[in-house]
Every structure is written in C-alpha cells, then in structure tokens.
C-alpha cells in the first residue's frame, strides 16, 4: 500500500515537474551590434542564449548593424525581443531607459567626477530594476524589460582644449543624432548649433572638421580613430555626459510568466562583464588625450545636466520616478553632496 | 702605475672590441640564414597543400627558430610573422572544434556541456587572438624600419615578393586578431584601430597579383566598421576579387565574402559564398601558394559547418559543401518522376 502510494506520488512529482518546465518555443531576438555578428553585444548574447534556455526559452539570435531596423523590426512583431542601446529602448520602457538620462549617474567629489562611483550608480540602479519588486516598473503595456548592461559614459571629445568651459560651448558646431531628444535639448541650452548626425558618420563628421564637439563612449575612440579629430589640439573631456547602457525588451505574451524578471537578475550578475569591456577602452586612450575641467566648471556642468535632464523629464522624455531613484542612489553613494540636502529630483 | 693603467685599459677595450666583432659576425651570419630560409626554404613550404601540418611545425618549432635565431643576434621578425600566422590556424581549429560542441549541445538542450564548451572555445580564441596580434606586430615593426614608411599613411616599395606576402598575410591576421579578441570577451586587448588601418594598408599592394585579397579584406572591414561602406560597392568588390582569385588557384576571398555576409546576417549571400567556393569550374589550385589555397578551404569548411551545426545538429556532410538540407534536387531536365515510377 505504502509502495503504492509512493509510487502514485512518484509520478505525480514527474507530471508536476513536467507541467512546471515551460515548453520552449523558438523566440526570435533583434541584436544591435555595430559590428553585427563580429561584435561584443552579439558575443555576449551568445552566452545569454544558453542561459535562457534553462528560464525556458529558446533564442534564435540575429544581427542588425543598423539600430533603427532592429527596433522597427521589433516594433512590427517580427522579433520577439530586441537588444539596443537605451536610445531606442526608452521608447518601450521609460523608467529603465532613463538610467542614461544626461548626468543622472555622474558622481561628483571635489570638483571631479568619481568615474568608479559614476559606474556603482548604474551597477545599484540596475539591481535594484533586476528585482521582482521592480516588475510592474519594468513593465508597460505588453513590453518588458528583461536586462539592462553597460555600454559606458558618453564624455565630449572637443577639437581645441580652449573649450574648456560651458560658456565655450556656445556657437560650437556639435554633432546630434535626431532621434534622441535629450541631444538636441542640451546642444540648443549651451547656445550651440547642432549638426545633423548618425552612427555612421558622427566620427567622420568630427575627423573632417565638419563639426567640433561629438558625444561618444571611450569604446568609439580606437575602432572610429578619433584620435585623428583630436589631433594635437583637441581632447576629451573627463566628465560623462551620461551613462549609456544596452537594454534588453521583450514582447511578454511571448515568454514564459517569470522569465522577463529572471533574465533582468541574469544580466544585474554580468554587470562585471560588461564593465571589463569598457574598462579596457577607457585605458586605450591615452593619459595626454584626456582633459579634465576645474572645479568650479565640474559644479557649472553638474547643474547644466541636472536642469537639462529635469525639463526633458517634465517634456515626457524622461521618467521622473527613475530620476528620483538614480538620485536617491547617487546619495547613497556620496552623502556630502549638496545636492542630497535639497528636494529636486524628488 | 700610470702605464698599467693605460695597458688594462687597453686590455678591457680589446677584449670588448673582439667580443663586439664576434657578435656582429654572428649577428651577420644569423641574418644571412634568415635571409635564405626566407628566399629558399619557405618557397616550397607554401607549395605544401597540408594545414594541419604546416600549423603544427610552426607551433611546435617557432620556440626553436624564433629563440635560437635572436640568441644569435638575428631578426626573425618576418619569419616569426608567417610561424605565427600558421600557428593561429592550429588554436583557431581547436577553437571551432569547441564551438561545433557548443552548438550541438545547445540544440540539444544541454545547458552545462554547452556552456562548456563556450569557455572552451573563448580560451581558444584568447590564444589565436594573441598569435594573431602578434604576427601583424611583428610584420609591421620589422617591415617599417626595413622600408621606412607609416603603415596605414604611407605605402613601402617591395624589394621582394617575400616581404609583399608577409604585408599581406600579416595585415590579414591583425584584422582576424581584433574579430576573435572581441569573440574571447577581449582577453587580450587588440586595439580595435588596427581595422581601418588595415583597410588602408591594403591598398598598398596590388589585388590582381594577390589573388583578390587586399579588395576583399577591404571589403570585410567596409561592411563591419560603421560609415565605412558609404560610396563603395562592398559586394561587388567581393565578386571582382572571387574571380581574380578564382583564376589564379586561389580561393582567400570566398572566405572573407562568406565571413562578411555571416557578420551582418546575410544568411543568402554567405550561402552564395559557399556555393561558389563548391563551384569553381576547372578549378585549379595554385601550386606556388597550394598552403594559402588550402587553408581558404579548411577555413570556408569550419564557416559551413558552424552554420550546419546550428541549423541541423552536425557539421556540413562529407562532400556536401555549398549544398543545404532544405534544398530541393532539381530532377534533371526531360525526367519526370511519375514517368520513372509507372
């Protein structure tokens, strides 16, 4: 009797288990690399599929040198996922596409920006939307986010070390990819013009001189050489911009229930992945290439980003729930700011 | 005292002169049998259609030559370059090897053996990165002082075929470093400009005497690196240098065709690569360059079959490149298979 009723329960554990693994259907995922297959997005990927297949989904990977069509491709329902810089993201979740919202990680401490405590910023930011307590936030409507890595800081390269302060910045020809409204939000605030500009030809356009400031991760510096735009003259400037991250979206009605949250804790565990990459293009360019700004133009940028950034969150470009945690972190991390004691942001 | 002095001296810098001597002596000589090792020995090498053997020489002697050539004061940069290009083929086979388990464990759901597997394969690709990076290093320093020119600004004038062919394969293998550094999670650190570099580089040397290969690496960079392709015909460039490559027993830019269309996911076109590579009607292989030939297959083989293995479970059947499991055979013209069946 005894061995009966083991054995009934047996098999009943053996059908639960069953009905509890999710059956794996082919999911179709939209990667944006700029170097398609060859790539460091696409590479990572490739692990990730592995990884997915025990959340029980089966990835079938495929790449898109181009942004815009992976996302319209997405968008249209021919891939099930899509994996792209949070410029095209945001459009599918605001609060996670704000994390490289202008300044909302930069850390700064004497007059400096603390690059290791800019980085703990995105890093904190990232656990915390990894977390199933984030999942309605990290859902909207029938998308969710199912990771979000690091693609770096965005710092100015600059044609002439004389522009060395926000007032310089005016009547400057500055380089603006037309899709991302927080770009053209700054570039018009500094009293710049901007100069229309894609992937694809921003590092050209700076090289030749057609424009004099461009926007770019360290990661643009070897592979675009950029060096050339800086020639003997120019430099970057050690002050980020933002913080650019890579987001993973799916269309949830085609995932298993649970897997968005899964996979955005698998990604939360590959931060230190991601950040070996970009350490390794930051220490490419060399020390002479960087500039770093006075103390009391570090405050200038600072607040210049944090107004920016509050009118493209009253806009709709930004989150404002988003920019109050990056801010609660940023005061997690460093206390002493000034900022910390007052209510904006909150 | 005074005269002692002056005799020691004269002594110490005597002594210090004949072993100067000696080592310039030395270092001549060392030089001079680089110089025919180069000019002699490695022409009938390249006329050996055997990879598997040409990778492991190199690997298991490049200790001997490359060590034993610099204790004697010689410079075996050029012949360090082409050992090291040779031996990246070995650790890139075992690597594709580990990518193959990858891929047929991972169809088959078998989470542990496949990411395995991939480790295996990223440590693979960290060791081909590095020889890869070096051969390019070493080409370049070496061809550099002995042309004085700025690779990637200016262009050298070849004294020799020898020195054009390692420009080439070394240029090649930087390009292949930066792609399989980026595929080991960037163990190594190639610097990523070593890309348009290249590019430029390529121009130097003449694409109808090289098999098609300085356009069609060209191209490989055109179609990867962002703004690169605008104003050029990245596909038709491939076509031109498949049939330059085609008619000298060459096939290096099929390959790079292939490798160019699996980048961006161009699932017809690398297809059409492999196809074409199958096809080559009254192909015949260099035999002054059979080891360049025949490493352009063993390469073209390893791309089909990461692309069997993905799709089907197993790596491209035996005799079975260019031709895939969803294509029909066409029944030869005039047959009809109810007639063959009545």
Redesign the interface.
Known sequence: MTMKIKAITAALGVALMASASPALAKQKVCVFDILGAGGDVFNLSKDYVLAAKGLGADLHLEAFTDEKIASENFKTGQCDMLVATSFRTRAYNSVAGSIDALGAASVVKDGKVDMPLSYEVVKRTIQLFAGDKADALMTQGNYQVAGIFPFGAAFLYVKSRDINSVEKLAGKKIASFDYDSAQKEMISKVGASPVSADISNFGAKFNNGSVDIIAAPAAAYKPLELYKGLGNSGAIIRFPVAVLTYQLIVNKSKFPEGFAQKSRDYWAKKFPAGMQIITNAEKGIPNGAWMDIPAADSVKYTILLRESRIGLAKGGSYDPKALNIMKQIRCSVNRADSECATKTEL | MIKAGIWRVLAISGVVAVAAGCASVERGATNLAINLIERRIIPPQLEIDDVDMACRFATANFPLISGGTRAFGGDPQLLESLLLVSSAACSEQRAVEEELRYLRA?KQ?N?EE??DA?IGQKRLLEVTARRQLRAYDAMRNKLEAKYNFQYGETCPEFERDFDELSYLLGTVAGLQAV?ND??S??MV?V???I??KSERALKCISNAKWWGVPNAARAVVW?????AS?GKDVWGTFRLSMLIGERQGVRLSHVMYGLSA????DTPRFRDATKRFANVKDFKPSQQYALVESLSGAVMTNLSDRYWSENVGTRTPVGSMGKYWDEEAAMPEGMNVDDLLN
Do not use: K
């Open positions: 991972s759901n989470i496949a990411q991939r792609v980026i595929a999670q960037q650190g610097p990523t400009d890309a348009p179609s990867i690196l962002p703004g605008e699996l980048a961006v996911g």
